[in-house]
């Protein structure tokens, strides 16, 4: 399973990337085979105090299927542990529906 993760407009500090490299590997658990792992950070400027400015994208290759998912926050470690939940139920999901039509 490759992981790329990339930022257009955050700087990736290494504490980030070593968090969201430990929250993708949570991925591999689920005995699915995963070609990759792509996630995109962002930082946008807030407009107002309510404004979510953490954007978290994750794009994960598996044979057969694309899942996207994209979450909004306030704090950037927070939307990527939603995001990686997230995408583990959207897996599990495609897996447990390829299984039961396969019986």
Do not use: W
Not at 43 to 64: C, E, F, Q
Not at 68 to 87: F, P
Request: proline residues 1%; charged residues 35%; positive net charge.
């Amino acid at each position: 399973m490759r992981i790329l993760i990339a930022s257009k407009t955050l700087e990736v500090t290494h504490s980030l990337r070593y968090f969201t490299k430990e929250q993708a590997l949570k991925l591999g658990k689920l005995g699915q085979r995963i070609c990759k792992v792509q996630v995109f950070l962002e930082r946008r400027v807030a407009k107002s105090k309510r404004d979510r400015n953490a954007l978290v994208k994750y794009v994960v290759s598996l044979p057969g299927k694309t899942l996207v998912t994209k979450v909004k926050s306030a704090d950037m470690y927070k939307a990527i542990v939603d995001a990686t939940n997230r995408v583990i139920r959207q897996t599990r999901k495609f897996k447990e529906k390829r299984l039961t039509k396969q019986r």
